[in-house]
């Protein structure tokens, strides 16, 4: 159980991950964006160094404890980039730049102070995990605790913006931030235990088993929630997105009689398709929604163009409750099969087809109705 849901959170990590650095990619220059892409990628780059085999080679390579020293600066890195997300997002972009600077000369002195604790050390001091640690040796303690006291300081600042925003944001948005919160109140809330526990320990006084179990299980649910917080704005967006794809490639083929039957009649209303040398023009000319609005398009210019063909009618009898879609597609296929081509008409009536409620939904709605009777009649 334990082994499905830590691979279930490092897929959800790397697919967050490789989201923002594809974003990234479109917009280098996003402060904000490359802020919070280098976030993930120092909490994504900690846990393989966390891991048992990884931890092993890194020190077998460049000595003991430096896995450990590296975990805790990817660490520090990620709750750093947190907070200059924040900082590059506030509405005085300069006073935030000069903030985050000078958080970047904090978070470097606290990486000299754990590098140099770290180096003098004993050999194995800082072997294990933080629960099996000896913090009665002083440089244990203190490496735990400068490192715990940053981290939490570095949360629960990025809480109280995260909590800001999340009040004055939309859904999906607002949803995700509030999981955010959440997520680093409960990590802010266990750096702080964990500092009260060294404390402790580093006196020879033990600490009750139920308290560092509870403390872990913290850390478990809430680092995840973060993670999750972090991505379902995007992931929330991806689905609406395919929601949409799907419902235009539907409408697409839905409306093929109504575009079929005018483009025959009227083949200068098809617009033509692109002749870019570049194959990305060529391959989003391609993509359905692009051909599901030129679609819409060549159906009503089609319209218009039949309109004077069209028995003399009230102005707005085909929108009228009156006329069915039905009625009015035996009349289309009356006019177009045959067609007294080249017989003088009166000007053009944009009315067709056109419903009284005029906004882009309802246009499409009346055009789908009319495909589909044309569907159906004969």
């Given amino acids: 159980m334990a082994v499905t849901v ?14 923002k650095l594809l974003q990234l990619s479109k917009d280098p220059g996003n402060a904000p ?8 990628v120092c909490a994504g780059c900690s846990y393989p160094v966390a891991m048992p085999g990884g931890a092993t080679g890194l020190d077998a390579v ?3 404890g430096a896995a450990k020293l590296a975990q805790n600066v990817l660490l520090l890195a990620t709750c750093y980039f947190l ?27 606290v990486i000299v102070v754990i590098t140099a604790i770290t180096i003098t050390a004993p050999r194995t001091a800082l072997d294990g995990s933080f629960s099996t640690a000896d913090m009665t040796v002083p440089h244990v303690a203190a490496f735990y605790c400068v490192a715990g006291l940053y981290l939490m300081y570095a949360l629960t600042a990025a809480f109280g913006w995260t909590q800001r925003y999340a009040r004055i944001s939309q859904r999906p948005l607002s949803t995700g931030l509030w999981l955010v919160a959440v997520g680093l109140a409960g990590m802010a809330a266990a750096c702080l235990i964990r500092a009260v526990f060294v404390v402790i320990r580093s006196q020879g006084s033990p600490v009750p088993s139920a308290l560092t179990l509870a403390t872990s299980l913290l850390l478990v649910t809430t680092v995840p929630l973060f993670v999750v917080g972090v991505t379902y704005p995007g992931v929330h967006n991806r689905i609406t997105a395919m929601r949409i794809w799907h419902q235009h490639r539907q409408h697409h083929r839905q409306l093929y009689p109504l575009w079929s039957l005018l483009s025959e009649a009227f083949p200068h209303t098809v617009l033509p398709t692109s002749d870019s040398a570049s194959w990305h023009d060529r391959w989003r000319a391609r993509g359905v929604h692009r051909r599901y609005h030129r679609r819409i398009i060549e159906c009503r210019d089609g319209l218009v163009q039949i309109s004077p063909y069209l028995a003399p009618q009230r102005h707005n009898a085909v929108a009228s409750a009156t006329t069915t879609p039905e009625r009015v597609a035996q009349r289309l296929r009356d006019i177009t ?17 056109l ?21 159906t009649t004969t």
């Fill in 337 to 353: 099969h045959p067609r007294e081509r080249g017989a003088p008409g009166p000007e053009p009536q944009p009315s067709l087809a």
């Fill in 33 to 40: 964006l490359r802020a919070v892409t280098l976030c993930l």
């Fill in 83 to 109: 907070m200059c997300f924040y900082l590059y997002s506030a509405a005085d972009g300069r006073a935030g730049r000069r903030r985050a600077r000078r958080e970047a000369v904090a978070l470097f002195l």
């Fill in 355 to 375: 419903p009284s409620r005029r906004d882009r939904d309802a246009d499409v709605q009346q055009l789908l109705s009319l495909s589909d009777a044309l569907r």
């Fill in 6 to 19: 830590t691979f279930l959170f490092l897929s959800a990590l790397a697919g967050a991950i490789a989201w």
């Fill in 62 to 64: 460049a000595g003991h």
